[in-house]
């Protein structure tokens, strides 16, 4: 989609354009001493100021000063109007009919890629609302249940028993919260004006930082970190893939269940680098893969435990990433265990996703 201008960068893309094509016509008029290229040049000039201008008003303005520089700069004549020409008229109205068609046309394709980008938004909102919804109401359900065991049967309870009621109401509250952090980072990134502060970070210390603070909730989990040897820096927000992460180990750990082990692997190939969580557990289902990126899965996947629900932390990955101009990648793993990458590139030129 041609993104919106303001008025001073329309009026400067059409001086530019009118400016270069002028600067051309004119090397061409003192190489070849003819002026019938002229035309043509100035008709493309304005097809081109149509085109990346917003509205018609620019295009419309262009054709007019097209058609009078060339009668007056380039038509014989020379730096004199002659509006007797031959042909002129129909240059003028050629000119006018090409910005005004290609104007329409580019505000016509705006109009249906907001559109499109809107039912995209609203599709995304539902898909996380449904998902929110289901992760947030068995942990409060647990949590209530838990400090009504407790007050209720204050004289049965063994100490034992009471603090484990304590233990699930406090795992609960951290899930919620986690929760929290992963809505507060979706309207982040998707809020109207939201946008992405990024500095070069060296991806080593964002990994380290990711492991302590997942291995501070699950300290029995064993991480094992592959870099390669040289050394990295990549444009990110070092909060928001911090955050990703910690989803994705959290997610190895959660879905894993027969998992052993977890892996970092760090891939380095030209213009990206690839980050890869990947865990030696019972891998993921095939009818899940399609969607665990959208916010969303089926309700003959969902498990009893929201924790198991991964639809609400994988889409606020993806959108992270996307973000960021990358893309994510889910599969299972020859060897057995499930994967999850993503790539984030390394210069502006390198953003083509999977």
């Not at 009919?97 to 995209?120: D, F, G, N, P």
């Not at 064993?222 to 989803?247: R, T, W, Y």
């Not at 399609?290 to 996947?301: H, N, Y």
Request: proline share 3%.
């Amino acid at each position: 989609m041609k993104e919106k201008h303001t008025r001073i960068g329309n009026m400067a893309i059409t001086a530019a354009i009118l400016a270069a094509t002028s600067g051309l016509s004119y090397l061409l008029h003192r190489v070849s001493n003819s002026d019938f290229h002229v035309p043509m040049l100035f008709v493309l000039a304005v097809l081109f100021i149509s085109l990346l201008t917003d509205g018609y008003v620019y295009g419309i303005i262009a054709s007019m000063a097209a058609v009078i520089g060339v009668n007056y700069i380039f038509t014989y004549p020379y730096f004199a109007l002659n509006f007797t020409i031959t042909g002129y008229p129909m240059t003028f109205l050629t000119m006018l009919a090409v910005s005004i068609c290609v104007s329409a046309l580019t505000t016509r394709i705006k109009k249906q890629e907001q559109i499109r980008l809107e039912v995209e938004k609203e599709k995304t909102r539902a898909n996380l609302l449904r998902a929110i919804s289901h992760d947030i109401r068995t942990p409060l359900t647990s949590i209530v249940g838990s400090a009504s065991g407790i007050l209720e049967n204050q004289k049965v309870l063994t100490q034992e028993r009471e603090m484990e009621l304590v233990q699930d109401i406090k795992d609960e509250a951290q899930w919620l919260i986690r929760i929290v952090e992963n809505l507060l980072s979706v309207t982040r990134i998707n809020g109207e004006n939201a946008r992405i502060d990024t500095e070069d970070e060296v991806v080593e210390e964002i990994i380290s930082s990711a492991v302590i603070k997942f291995s501070k909730r699950f300290p029995e989990a064993s991480v094992e970190v592959k870099m390669p040897e040289e050394f990295l820096m990549v444009a990110m927000d070092g909060v928001l893939i911090e955050q990703v992460l910690v989803n994705l180990l959290e997610n190895a750990v959660l879905h894993g269940k027969t998992y052993t082990k977890i892996w970092i692997v760090v891939i380095h190939t030209p213009g990206r680098v690839e980050i890869a969580v990947e865990d030696d557990g019972q891998g993921i289902k095939e009818s899940v893969l399609p969607v665990m990126f959208e916010g969303k899965i089926s309700s003959d996947e969902e498990e009893s435990d929201s924790k198991r629900n991964m639809g609400i932390g994988l889409s606020v990955c993806h959108s992270i990433v996307k973000a960021h101009k990358g893309g994510m990648h889910a599969e299972n793993r020859a060897e057995g265990g499930a994967r999850i990458s993503f790539w984030l590139p390394m210069n502006e030129e390198d953003t083509d996703g999977y």
